[in-house]
């Protein structure tokens, strides 16, 4: 597993991070936004969580690393439940972005990317279909055709 580098080489996100395996998907957007919602879901299809709300990354070998800030390890807040305990599955690599102030409005949309730390990530805009979660998680396990 990764390690952390040199607390000066982080750099602190106001984003959810969820791991499949050893990849992770960059959620990020505006308060209320839905990005622990998104998380919540994914989370429920069997995903782990990296970090909710506050996500510390940095580069590793020409990667874009996540992880969570101790104070809020092992935590996702639901809103209307509470703050629920979720074992923490990080450091992982981001491999996904998804950005939930965009809407994506293409069926078939094309390949997009957003640069975090000078380096590239795909970005995926949200959509309102129900198999949204899944097919971030698809996204994730197998990628992306062009």
Do not use: N
Request: aromatic share 4%.
């Amino acid at each position: 597993m990764p390690s952390h580098p040199d607390l000066s080489k982080l750099t602190l996100l106001h984003a959810t991070t969820i791991a499949l395996d050893d990849r992770a998907v960059l959620i990020r957007g505006a308060s209320g936004s839905g990005k622990s919602g998104l998380a919540l879901q994914l989370l429920a299809y069997g995903a782990g969580l990296v970090a909710d709300d506050r996500t510390h990354v940095w580069v590793q070998d020409g990667h874009v690393m996540a992880d969570v800030p101790q104070t809020i390890s092992g935590q996702i807040e639901a809103r209307g439940v509470g703050v629920l305990k979720a074992p923490p599955t990080g450091p992982r690599r981001v491999k996904l972005v998804v950005d939930l102030d965009l809407t994506e409005t293409e069926r078939l949309p094309p390949m997009r990317e957003t640069h975090l730390l000078d380096v590239a990530v795909p970005l995926v805009g949200k959509t309102g279909f129900a198999h949204f979660p899944a097919a971030i998680l698809l996204y994730l396990r197998h990628g992306r055709l062009a």
